[in-house]
């Protein structure tokens, strides 16, 4: 009976012998194998999350702007004057980074009245603004007189300034082309007297983000045609 005792008692501890260096070694290993590939997905999926949350915003950003710089060029027209000569063109003012026209369709009423307004990129504030002047009226006819300059800006008070959009980093934001298409003025100056009134198409570029080399920044271009002229 003793020596199946200890017999039994030895089997017992040989089996409580533990894990060898080599397989504790093995083990952490592993372990750490296993961390590291779960924290590199935890730290991509992140950073995913991350730029489809920039991206979002800038696509946001640029789409609410040119939505608004879109509706409001196409009701772009001429301003008919009450002495019967000819209409003031409806572009005052053209640039790549700034635009002044008239439009005959106020779209912040239900009324008909015309409107001066002006668009606006500020690559150093990096903006794009909107700007509008009322019209005077002519006694009790429906001619209306507005403050004219062939300059970038005007002296006159506007009735509304607002910001359409920030976060843009676009240096150029319209281009403009005749009816047969063929590009007017240039790059870097304002549109002649001339090339103002065979605007017929307005191209607009927005992009949006936190600088020129930002890969999440969005870019949305649209091309406006002027039924009105």
Excluded: C, H
């Excluded at 995913?48 to 789409?63: F, H, I, K, L, P």
């Excluded at 009423?109 to 001066?116: F, G, H, M, N």
């Excluded at 304002?190 to 103002?196: G, H």
């Amino acid at each position: 009976m003793t020596r199946r005792w200890r017999e039994l008692r030895r089997r017992l501890l040989a089996e409580e012998r533990g894990i060898s260096l080599v397989e504790l070694i093995v083990a952490m290993t592993l372990s750490i194998l296993i961390l590291t590939v779960a924290g590199s997905f935890l730290v991509s999926a992140q950073r995913a999350s991350v730029t489809a949350r920039a991206v979002n915003d800038n696509t946001r950003t640029a789409a609410a702007a040119m939505n608004e710089m879109t509706r409001i060029l196409r009701s772009a027209t001429n301003n008919a004057v009450s002495t019967g000569d000819e209409p003031q063109y409806a572009f005052q003012y053209a640039s790549a980074t700034s635009v002044r026209f008239f439009s005959y369709v106020n779209t912040d009423s239900t009324a008909s009245r015309p409107v001066l307004v002006q668009l606006t990129l500020d690559p150093v504030r990096r903006s794009i603004t909107e700007t509008k002047w009322a019209g005077t009226q002519v006694g009790a006819s429906d001619y209306y007189t507005f403050p004219l300059a062939s300059t970038p800006s005007l002296s006159a008070t506007p009735v509304l300034t607002r910001t359409l959009a920030t976060s843009v980093v676009s240096t150029r934001a319209f281009t403009f082309t005749n009816a047969a298409g063929a590009p007017l003025g240039s790059i870097d100056a304002p549109l002649s007297a001339t090339d103002l009134t065979n605007v017929r198409r307005v191209a607009i570029t927005i992009t949006a983000g936190t600088d020129v080399s930002d890969r999440r920044a969005t870019t949305l271009t649209n091309s406006v045609s002027l039924a009105n002229l």
